[in-house]
């Protein structure tokens, strides 16, 4: 894959300049969980350390024989970074060569982790929100709000009207004024978590993953027929509201069994079916168009190191990067 003595860094700028295509990150993230519904991959449940309250930093490794891929992602997500000027996620990402596990390149994590997260809601959605879907709900203005909207974009073509809520009203400001100018879509600010779940087919919540929450939307507010896909754990959601969802989805059980051990996740209703198993036709995704279904996508490493795999063939290719001795 590379030349053993030596390691490609590539920076968030290095990786930007290589302009892959949401529409390339969805491709590379279903096939993952193809794989995944196969067997061919490893990714254990993500250890992690916690310097401070409702921070952490966590170790994500994966391997995916199909496309010879292996490493590991350790990322951050200190929620008081925005207030310093920084942002809430960081960290970086290391890919090894298969053949010897010498570490072949070194990249920036936050522009990958923000790409698959958007992309694998996409293909959650897919499956799992109505084809004509045509109003959005987005709780949390952040860099996930920003790149589940361009990812859902690319697979519903029917989308007209989004509806932006956070806690921060200039940060809601901004993506409604970025947003609009970016996307031919109708943006709209909202001053409820209630306006921004109400009416929606798709609804995604991504604040800041909390330990003890204390969540505010309501069975009541979502529609018969919608897809919600929650980022942040159930920060957003009230217990009852999970629990009216016809179908409740996750990228992985095994993790989600692992968060519960750590204190997360004390009222998770019964697990319909893994993505994977939805993605490669195990199990039925939506069924009906009434149905109210969530998926809990808590972030799995094979998206990572299928996103990387990407970035890496591509600054190879276009000569992009620094070469570092090892």
């Known amino acids: 894959m590379g030349s053993l003595g030596s390691l490609l860094y590539l920076s968030r700028a290095d990786i930007e300049k290589l302009n892959i295509s949401v529409e390339g990150v969805i491709k590379v993230v279903e096939e993952a969980f193809r794989e995944k519904a196969k067997g061919n991959v490893e990714t254990p449940p993500k250890p992690g350390v916690h310097p401070q309250k ?94 589940n909207l361009e990812a859902l974009l690319a697979v519903f073509k029917n989308l007209e009207e989004v509806k932006a809520y956070d806690v921060d009203v ?72 999970i629990r009216s969802m016809d179908k409740f989805c996750t990228d992985d059980v095994e993790q989600l069994k692992y968060y519960k051990q750590q204190g997360y996740f004390r009222h998770m209703p019964e697990v319909y079916a893994e993505l994977n198993e939805i993605v490669s036709g195990k199990k039925h995704g939506r069924e009906n168009s009434g149905e109210r279904i969530m998926s809990m996508n808590l972030g799995l490493a094979i998206e990572d190191m299928a996103t990387a795999k990407l970035v890496y063939e591509k600054a190879k290719e276009k000569r992009i990067g620094a070469s570092l001795p090892l």
């Open 54 to 147: 409702d921070a952490f930093i966590h170790a994500m490794p994966a391997y995916l024989s199909k496309i010879e891929t292996a490493g590991v992602k350790w990322v951050s997500g200190f929620p008081e970074n925005p207030q310093r000027g920084l942002p809430y996620v960081s960290g970086l990402l290391i890919l090894n060569d298969v053949e010897t596990g010498l570490p072949i390149c070194v990249m920036d994590c936050t522009w990958i982790t923000a790409k698959r997260t958007g992309a694998a809601t996409a293909v959650a959605a897919k499956y799992l929100a109505r084809e004509d879907s045509k109003a959005f709900g987005v709780l949390g203005c952040g860099v996930q709000g920003r790149s």
């Open 170 to 241: 200039e940060n809601q400001r901004r993506y409604v004024e970025e947003m609009t100018a970016k996307h031919e879509v109708k943006v709209v600010s909202v001053n409820s978590p209630r306006k921004a779940v109400e009416n929606c087919d798709l609804v995604v919540t991504a604040g800041p993953i909390l330990k003890n929450p204390q969540p505010c939307i309501e069975a009541l507010w979502f529609k018969d027929g919608g897809f919600a896909c929650a980022l942040d754990f159930d920060s957003y959601w009230k217990p009852e509201a």
